[in-house]
Nanobody, 119 residues
């Protein structure tokens, strides 16, 4: 499965962006899918994910500002980012972890999309 991320760009603080990640095929038995980010000189961190059973988890730093959603018909995972802050600047990666068959787990990353928030 290949993931294609899009929607990054340059925005002023307080602005909004919507990231979208499209999978090359329908994925079944998903364990976790969502978005991570990596700022220069920092480790990659979880931003928002959808966990099997449709529960969601957000980083404390984005709660109330970011919303994750998915469209099974379109094989997409979206991240709506509002009230953006300069500290949200990072490369954003989509990820999916799933079980293609019993006893086997796979993990796939998108290519990353740059989000830059100016102050």
């Amino acid at each position: 499965v290949q993931l294609q991320a899009s929607g990054g760009g340059l925005v002023q603080a307080g602005g909004s962006l919507r990231l979208s990640c499209t999978a090359s095929e329908r994925i079944f038995s998903v364990n976790v899918m969502g978005w991570y980010r990596q700022a220069p000189g920092k480790a990659r961190e979880l931003v928002a994910v959808i966990i099997a059973g449709d529960s969601t988890k957000y980083a404390d730093s984005v709660k109330g500002r970011f919303t994750i959603s998915r469209d099974l018909a379109k094989n997409t995972i979206d991240l709506q980012m509002n009230s953006l802050k300069p500290e949200d600047t990072a490369v954003y990666y989509c990820n999916v972890n799933w079980d293609p068959r019993y006893g086997t787990t796979r993990n796939s990353w998108g290519q990353g999309t740059q989000v830059t928030v100016s102050s």
